[in-house]
């Protein structure tokens, strides 16, 4: 059996799995929080590949965070947070742990600034590494 606890290749193609960060953003404004949504949708899908599971869900943070008026949304930018803390941790990676300061800035209200974060951290997934 083989051991692929380490995963060398990425599961998702750069094209699929970086974004920009900017264009995110001011997207999400000038659509009045609408594109956060479809960012949203995409940081889980990336995420969800990177751990080779079905870690989030989208429908389900949608439903969940529309029922406790925005509670359940802030508790799951701090899973995303932690969850990309364990895919840097399984790639060696160098581990950015956010997931407080994901989820105060959530807890206060400025989400996209906590999913901007989440996305730089995402966008590091694809970065080369010289191996030397």
């Not at 264009?23 to 995409?42: E, F, N, P, R, S």
């Not at 990177?50 to 509670?71: D, H, M, P, V």
């Not at 399984?90 to 999913?115: E, H, P, R, W, Y």
Request: aromatic share 10%; proline share 2%; glycine share 6%.
């Amino acid at each position: 059996m083989n051991d692929d606890s380490i995963n060398h290749s990425n599961p998702l193609p750069e094209s699929e799995g970086k974004m920009s960060i900017g264009t995110a953003v001011l997207l999400t404004i000038i659509t009045c929080g609408i594109y956060g949504i479809i960012w949203q949708y995409k940081q889980m899908k990336i995420l969800n590949s990177w751990l080779n599971r079905q870690e989030y869900a989208f429908g389900k943070w949608l439903l969940l965070s529309i029922i406790t008026c925005g509670i359940y949304g802030v508790y799951n930018e701090y899973r995303m947070a932690r969850g990309i803390a364990e895919i840097q941790e399984q790639n060696k990676f160098l581990v950015n742990d956010v997931a407080t300061i994901c989820f105060i800035l959530t807890l206060i209200g400025l989400s996209i600034v906590s999913m901007a974060i989440q996305q730089t951290e995402i966008n590091k997934f694809y970065v080369k590494i010289d191996t030397r």
